[in-house]
């Protein structure tokens, strides 16, 4: 079955300091991924996904997220953090082999210090 | 828009007693979920719906219900709660064709505790 390892729990980084979380998927075809953000007392947004095609997929807030198959990784990355990007993130994949529902990782919370 | 609106927001309960977490959205989305999420362990699919009066058990179904008789509603009922159900609860929906495929929309979410 698909799944996502995010291996890192806790990522603190300085304001304007470049941002990398690591995402690791499993799964035998082209999967379907995803990144979405919670921020404190709030649901979850999609951030960016990936389905097929460029391998570099920008998404809202500056981010985006190399899609590299002989890794088997979907890392999302930003160039430069904002104290407001402080929150967890969350690698996705859809199960393509049930009923397209989404799996998620077990989470990145990021904190931003100035 | 108001998007997928989740009720209550807070809820304390006592062991054995039941309650129902109301979940609705106005986007004419025909799949909608509930996940709990527990720290350090991501969000896990309790069920799902694939349309009005079609429902099926997600990863983590046991000791819950749900039930689905029109479009916008789908609640989450538990029966006889138990201290393990005290978690985060999240009410998501989306629309499924090609690349919509996994996109949800969440609610804001309902946190419960069950002591």
């Known amino acids: 079955a698909q799944s996502v390892t995010q291996p890192d729990i806790h990522i603190t980084v300085s304001e304007g300091a470049s941002l990398e979380l690591r995402c690791n998927y499993s799964?035998?075809?082209?999967?379907?991924l995803f990144w979405y953000v919670q921020s404190p007392g709030q649901g979850l947004q999609l951030l960016l996904k990936y389905f097929s095609g460029d391998t570099l997929v920008q998404g809202i807030k500056g981010f985006e997220a190399e899609f590299k198959r002989s890794q088997s990784s979907f890392n999302l990355r930003k160039p430069s953090v904002h104290w407001s990007d402080a929150a967890e993130y969350f690698c996705a994949v859809v199960d393509q082999t049930g009923a397209n529902n989404l799996f998620f990782g077990t989470g990145t919370r990021l904190t931003v210090i100035p | 828009n108001a998007g997928v609106t989740q009720t209550p927001k807070f809820r304390i309960l006592k062991i054995g007693q039941s309650m129902t977490l109301q979940c609705t959205q106005d986007m004419n989305h025909n799949y909608m979920y509930w996940y709990r999420q527990d720290p350090g362990m991501g969000l896990k699919l309790i069920y799902y719906?694939?349309?009005?009066?079609?429902?099926d058990k997600g990863e983590v179904p046991n000791g819950y219900n749900v039930s689905r008789s029109t479009t916008e509603d789908f609640p989450l009922r538990l029966e006889l709660a138990a201290p393990s159900q005290t978690s985060v609860y999240f009410c998501?929906?989306?629309?499924?064709?090609?690349?919509?495929?996994?996109?949800?929309?969440f609610g804001e979410g309902s946190r419960l505790t069950v002591l």
């Open positions: 719906s694939v349309g009005a009066g079609i429902t």
């Open positions: 998501a929906s989306s629309y499924r064709a090609g690349e919509g495929t996994g996109e949800l929309f």
């Open positions: 799964y035998g075809a082209t999967p379907y």
